[in-house]
Every structure is written in C-alpha cells, then in structure tokens.
C-alpha cells in the first residue's frame, strides 16, 4: 500500500516558478514509477511528467517539455515537480501518481495510486 500526499501549490504570476512534492509512505515506494498528472475545470486529464523507480526512465508530456523538470529522492520517499516558465495555461489541480508500470502513467488510467491533489493557479 501507497499514500500519496502533494504539497508546493499555490498562485504565482505568469514566467514564475513553482516546486511540487509528493510524500509517499510505504516501504515499496523504490518499486514504484512516478508522475505527476493535471485537470483544470471542464478539461481531461492531462500526463505532465513520469520517472522511473531508478529514475533512469523519464517521460514529459509536450505542453511542459522543457519547462518542467521530475526528479525522486528514494531515500526520502518523495517525487519533485519542479515548474518553471509558468504560463496560465498550466493552471490545474495537479495530483502525483504511483504504478509499477511508468506507461501506464503516461495513459493515466488505471493507475494503483492516487494523491489528493495540489492546486496550482498561474495568474496573467
């Protein structure tokens, strides 16, 4: 079992920069890949970025390739999103995920775990 806790939200003016975190408990979170998934109202889903449990594997999605960056300390349990370059557009509830299979992160179904989520609003 995999709990999930995402800090770091919040407002920020367009071009600023923000770090997400994402605590997770249990003594198998080495096992597992990570990500970060958003949905802003009235829109689907959207993959932002995957790491695998080594953190050799990493997977951007295309609206933040470039501008975001994924990283994990396994030692400290915990998964980054480190957001720079923000535009108003990337203003979403962004949740941190947990699978054993970092495809299935960049599908966003399925998934085994799930956090609650970390609003993050970026302001023209």
């Known amino acids: 079992q995999v709990q999930l806790v995402e800090s770091g939200g919040g407002l920020v003016q367009a071009g600023g920069s923000l770090r997400l975190s994402c605590a997770a408990s249990g003594r198998t979170f080495s096992s597992y890949a990570m990500g970060w998934l958003r949905q802003a109202p009235g829109k689907e889903r959207e993959f932002v970025a995957a790491?695998?449990?080594?953190?050799?594997?990493?997977y951007y999605g295309a609206s933040v390739k470039g501008r975001f960056t994924i990283s994990r300390d396994n030692a400290k349990n915990t998964v980054y999103l480190q957001m720079n370059s923000l535009k108003p557009e990337d203003t979403a509830v962004y949740y941190c995920?947990?699978?054993?299979?970092?495809?299935?992160?960049?599908?966003?179904?399925?998934?085994?775990?799930w956090g609650q989520g970390t609003q993050v609003t970026v302001s023209s």
């Open positions: 790491i695998s449990w080594n953190g050799e594997i990493i």
């Open positions: 995920a947990a699978d054993l299979r970092i495809v299935v992160l960049t599908v966003g179904r399925g998934l085994d775990y």
